[in-house]
């Protein structure tokens, strides 16, 4: 069964500054992977996926994610920050052509420090 | 704006009352995903229709239903509702079948129920 974690539940970092947001997935088969923001009051927005084609994957707003195969991991990356960024970030595994489960990490919410 | 329309944006209720929340998708998209985001569960997949067909299953109760319509729209019953059923209701929406490896997901902008 899948299952993902995302390992802090709440980031800080300063304007300018590295981004790192952890995920750890665990998947019986080949999972598609997902990370997706949530700004207060708003739905959600994609910010990139990764579906067994290039291990780094590029995304929107200057955001970037590596597949760890070996480390099952999916974690979430810029090289920095901006007020804007500041908002609640999911992790989502989801198995391909199996029962079509797709499985949400419980989030991180991003703190930007001015 | 995703393209992706809920109604109503919130709605109040007493226990033990039925609601219908109501989504129409992105214009071409023919797969509806329902979520419900509270703080003690967090986000969790509730339903998805294809093209007018129940696709996947996630953690829905029996208490609630939902069907897809001829013209794609969804709607989402919840009945018997509790106090605990009070939430953020999303509906997304993508082009494909199969959420995994096929297009991404657009999000409504959600509809918050609360239970007294």
């Known amino acids: 069964a899948q299952s993902v974690t995302q390992l802090d539940s709440h980031v800080s970092v300063s304007e300018g500054t590295p981004v790192l947001l952890r995920c750890n997935y665990s998947?019986?088969?080949?999972?598609?992977l997902f990370w997706y923001v949530q700004h207060p009051n708003k739905g959600l927005q994609l910010l990139l996926k990764y579906t067994s084609a290039a291990t780094l994957v590029k995304g929107i707003n200057g955001f970037e994610a590596e597949f760890k195969k070996s480390e099952t991991s999916f974690h979430l990356t810029k090289p920095s920050a901006h007020m804007s960024d500041a908002a609640e970030y999911f992790c989502v595994v989801s198995e391909m052509n199996r029962d079509d489960k797709i499985i949400f990490g419980k989030g991180t919410r991003l703190h930007i420090l001015p | 704006d995703s393209g992706v329309t809920q109604t109503p944006k919130h709605l109040i209720t007493a226990t033990g009352q039925r609601v219908t929340l109501r989504c129409s998708p992105r214009s071409g998209d023919l797969s509806v995903y329902w979520y419900q985001q509270s703080l003690d569960q967090g986000l969790q997949f509730l339903i998805q229709y294809y093209n007018g067909e129940e696709r996947a299953k996630g953690n829905i109760l029996e208490r609630f239903s939902a069907q897809q319509f001829p013209d794609l729209h969804s709607e989402l019953n919840l009945s018997s509702l509790e106090l605990g059923d009070s939430a953020l209701y999303f509906c997304a929406s993508s082009v494909a079948g199969l959420a995994g490896g096929l297009g991404e997901q657009f999000f409504g902008p959600g509809t918050r129920l609360t239970v007294l």
């Open positions: 998947s019986s088969y080949s999972p598609s």
